[in-house]
C-alpha cells in the first residue's frame, strides 16, 4: 500500500505554486478520475438522467471529499495505520449522513429524486481512493486541493453527461422545456434510449474517445 | 514520551475517541435539522392527498391548495368501520401504525379527509404495505358514490428504481381508476388489465412490489368498505 502514497514535500512554497496547481488541473484532464482511472463509474450511469441531480450529487461529492480530504490529513499522524481503512470509511460515513440529513431538511425534492445514491457517495472509489492515496501521506492544503480537483474532474464529466442525455432523453435542461415546440411538429422525437443506463456509458466513452485522440500518450500500448 | 501509535491501548483509545467525537456531532445535527424535516414530510403529505384527487401541488402551493380543498374536514375510522370521535387524522401516521406489531389489526385507525373538487365530493384514503425492500404506501381518492375509485398516487421508499419503483408512475396509478373499491382488485400479470376494471396489470419485473400493493389495497380498502356501507343506509 505505501508504495501508492504520492509525496508531495513542500515546506514553505506559495499556496498556489506549479506543484499545487497541478494537483487541480491534473484529474480535470489527463488524471481524470472518471475516464483516466475509471473509479466512480456508478454514479456517472445512475444519476446523469438529469442535470439538476447531476448537479447535486456532484456538489456533494466536492463537499465530502473537501472535508474528508483535509480530516484525514490532519488526523494522518494521529491515526492507527491497523485500523485506517476503517478510520477513513467513518469519516466518508459521516459526512455522507450529514450532506443527507441538509439536503433532506433543506432541498428534500432533491434528497428525493437522488434517494439512495447520497447514501452511496460512501461506495464512491475516487474517496476512499484520494483519502488513502493522497490524503494519508500530504499536508492539509494540498489535500484540499487534491479533493477540488478531483471532485471538479468528476463533476465536470456528470455534468456533460447529464446535459446530453436529459437534452436529448427529454428535451429538458433542468427540468425545462428548451426544444422548441415547433422542433416536434416536424416529427423530431425525443430519443428514449438516452434515458437508459447503458448511454451514459457511452456518452463516457465517446468523451474517452476524443481525451485519448488529443493526448496520444494516455493510450495505453498492448 | 513518544505514545506508541502501534499499540493496542492507543488503537482502542484512538477509534472510541472518533466514534464519540462522531456520534455526537451527528445526533446533534439530526436533532438540529429534525423540525425542518417534519415540517417538509407534512407538507409532502398534503402534496399526496392533492395529487390522489387529481391536483397538482408543489412544495411552494401545497398548503394553500390543502386548505382550500380539504382544510380540516377529516375523520378518523376503526379497524372495525366505526367512525372514532376525537382524532387528528392528518398527525395519524399510519406508516409508523402499520410498523408497530404492538398495535393489533383490530386497534389500528384509518384517517379519512375529505376533499371537494369542482362539487364533487371524494375521500381520500391513505393506504401502507410493503414492497420488495421497504415500506409501499398510497393515497386512494373515492368518489360521490363511495365505492369508485377516481385517482390514486402510491409511492416507495427503497423500491428498485425502473422496476418496483414503477408503481409510482401515472400509467400504473390510472389502471386503479374507475375500479370498485368494494371488492377485490387483483393485479394481473397477463395483461387483462386493460378489459376489466377490477384488474390492474402489474408491473414486469416488478412482481413482489406489484402484488405488494394489491395486497395492501385490498386489506386497507375493505376497512373503508365495511365504514361506507354502514353510512350509505
Redesign the interface.
Known amino acids: 500500500m505505501s508504495e501508492s502514497v504520492e509525496k508531495v514535500k513542500a515546506p514553505s512554497e506559495p499556496l498556489f505554486s506549479k506543484k499545487n496547481k497541478k494537483l487541480i488541473t491534473d484529474p480535470l484532464s489527463d488524471n481524470n478520475p472518471i475516464t483516466i482511472q475509471v473509479l466512480g463509474i456508478c454514479s456517472a450511469l445512475a444519476i446523469t438522467v438529469q442535470v439538476e441531480q447531476a448537479f447535486f450529487m456532484s456538489a456533494s461529492v466536492l463537499f465530502v471529499l473537501i472535508f474528508g480530504n483535509l480530516s484525514i490529513s490532519l488526523l494522518r499522524n ?6 485506517r481503512i ?2 477513513q470509511l ?1 469519516v466518508v460515513a ?1 459526512l455522507v ?2 450532506v443527507n ?2 439536503l ?3 432541498v ?2 432533491v434528497s428525493e429524486k437522488l ?2 445514491f447520497v447514501g452511496l457517495i460512501i461506495t464512491n472509489c475516487i474517496i476512499m481512493g484520494r483519502f488513502e492515496a493522497f490524503a494519508m501521506g500530504n499536508k492539509p492544503w494540498p489535500s484540499v486541493l487534491d479533493a477540488v480537483g478531483n471532485a471538479v474532474g468528476y463533476a465536470w464529466i456528470l455534468l456533460v453527461v447529464a446535459i446530453f442525455r436529459e437534452v436529448l432523453g427529454s428535451g429538458k435542461f433542468w427540468g425545462m422545456e428548451i426544444l422548441p415546440q415547433g422542433f416536434y411538429e416536424m416529427g423530431y422525437m425525443n430519443n428514449n434510449l438516452m434515458i437508459l443506463p447503458p448511454m451514459a456509458l457511452i456518452v463516457v466513452g465517446i468523451i474517452i474517445w476524443i481525451q485519448r485522440s488529443k493526448n496520444p500518450t494516455l493510450v495505453e500500448e498492448h | 514520551m513518544a505514545i506508541n501509535k502501534e499499540s493496542n491501548a492507543y488503537t482502542f483509545g484512538f477509534s472510541i475517541f472518533l466514534v464519540v467525537v462522531v456520534g455526537a456531532i451527528l445526533s446533534s445535527l439530526s436533532l438540529g435539522l429534525k423540525p425542518l424535516k417534519d415540517k417538509n414530510a407534512e407538507v409532502k403529505k398534503q402534496i399526496d392527498i392533492l395529487n390522489a384527487i387529481g391536483v397538482d401541488a408543489d412544495r411552494s402551493n401545497a398548503q394553500e391548495l390543502y386548505a382550500q380543498y380539504v382544510g380540516n374536514n377529516t375523520f378518523v375510522v376503526s379497524a372495525q368501520g366505526e367512525k372514532l370521535e376525537g382524532e387528528d387524522a392528518f398527525a395519524l401516521d399510519v406508516q409508523k401504525q402499520h410498523r408497530d406489531k404492538t398495535i393489533a389489526e383490530e386497534a389500528r385507525k384509518f384517517p379519512v379527509f375529505v376533499a371537494n373538487k369542482d362539487g364533487q365530493t371524494m375521500d381520500v384514503l391513505p393506504t401502507v404495505g410493503k414492497g420488495l425492500w421497504g415500506p409501499i404506501w398510497g393515497f386512494v381518492a373515492v368518489g360521490d358514490d363511495m365505492e369508485t375509485i377516481v385517482g390514486a398516487s402510491f409511492d416507495h421508499k427503497t423500491e428498485t428504481p425502473g422496476l418496483g419503483a414503477e408503481i409510482k408512475n401515472t400509467s400504473f396509478e390510472e389502471q386503479y381508476i374507475g375500479a370498485k373499491m368494494t371488492s377485490n382488485i387483483t393485479v394481473v400479470k397477463d395483461g387483462s388489465g386493460k378489459l376489466d376494471a377490477q384488474k390492474v396489470d402489474g408491473i414486469t419485473g416488478g412482481t413482489i412490489t406489484s402484488k405488494g400493493v394489491e395486497e395492501m389495497m385490498n386489506r386497507t380498502m375493505a376497512v373503508y368498505a365495511a365504514y361506507f356501507s354502514k353510512t350509505k343506509i
Open positions: 494521529l491515526i492507527p495505520s491497523r485500523v476503517i478510520v467513518v459521516s449522513i450529514i440529513e441538509v433532506q431538511a433543506f428534500p425534492d434517494s439512495v
